[in-house]
């Protein structure tokens, strides 16, 4: 059973990603630090339940995913037991990672397919127990190699929080927040006119400018009147 933890900042990859790599994608994306305002408390969600069944699993994970796509798209990750399966199958173009019960606080993820092979081979190199620099290494002279390809423009949402407890009604799992990454590899600031730094919480901003890995980050404000 997991335990609640206080709120933390999460800093950079299903990767990924990201780094505690919570998407098992070792995509270690970093978020930006938000500047909070003080603001009226809320009184406690007496409806919260721990995330302990493999539909709960599902339910939350999806939620990583945008709303439209919620229905179709295949959910894989571990289940209560600590298999790695397919938790649910889904025909649309999304593939969604679910939390993995055994780690502290929330995090799931949802990608474009075409993305899958990139993200598999990353799940495969960390279960061979590579770090990872490693990683990345490795995948980045393989993309270059043309063993996979990472599509321009592919994304990957990351719904993540510092709590493991869920509102059954709404499936939505208690301060957790989105974050966007847009795949664009090989790009850099002076191709994109992005910053390699965030210049606020919720601008965008490209992070490992040149690489295989190149993307656009993007974090969201917090919505403090959820």
Not at 185 to 192: L, V
Request: hydrophobic share 35%; net charge negative; with cysteine.
């Amino acid at each position: 059973m997991k335990h609640l933890i206080p709120a933390i900042i999460f800093t950079g990859l299903l990767m990924s990603c990201n780094s505690t790599d919570k998407t098992k994608t070792t995509v270690q994306d970093s978020d930006t630090t938000e500047t909070t305002t003080e603001t009226t408390p809320t009184e406690p969600n007496k409806n919260l339940k721990a995330i302990d069944s493999d539909d709960a699993l599902i339910a939350t994970a999806v939620m990583a995913a945008p709303e439209a796509s919620r229905a179709n798209c295949k959910v894989i990750g571990y289940n209560m037991a600590g298999e790695f399966v397919t938790l649910r199958e889904g025909d649309n173009e999304f593939i969604v990672l679910a939390d993995d019960p055994n780690k502290e606080g929330f995090s799931a993820a949802c990608y474009h397919k075409d993305l899958d092979p990139f993200m598999a081979r990353g799940r495969a190199l960390k279960a061979e127990g590579k770090k990872h620099q490693e990683i990345f290494d490795i995948r980045e002279e393989e993309m270059k190699a043309g063993k996979f390809n990472i599509p321009t423009g592919a994304t990957l949402h990351i719904y993540s929080g510092p709590k493991a407890e869920y509102d059954p009604t709404t499936a939505k799992v208690d301060e957790a927040k989105l974050r966007y990454v847009v795949y664009l590899p090989w790009a850099t600031a002076a191709s994109t006119g992005l910053p390699e730094a965030p210049v606020a919480s919720n601008h965008p901003w490209i992070m490992n400018p040149g690489t295989h890995r190149a993307h656009i980050m993007i974090s969201p404000l917090a919505d403090h009147n959820k």
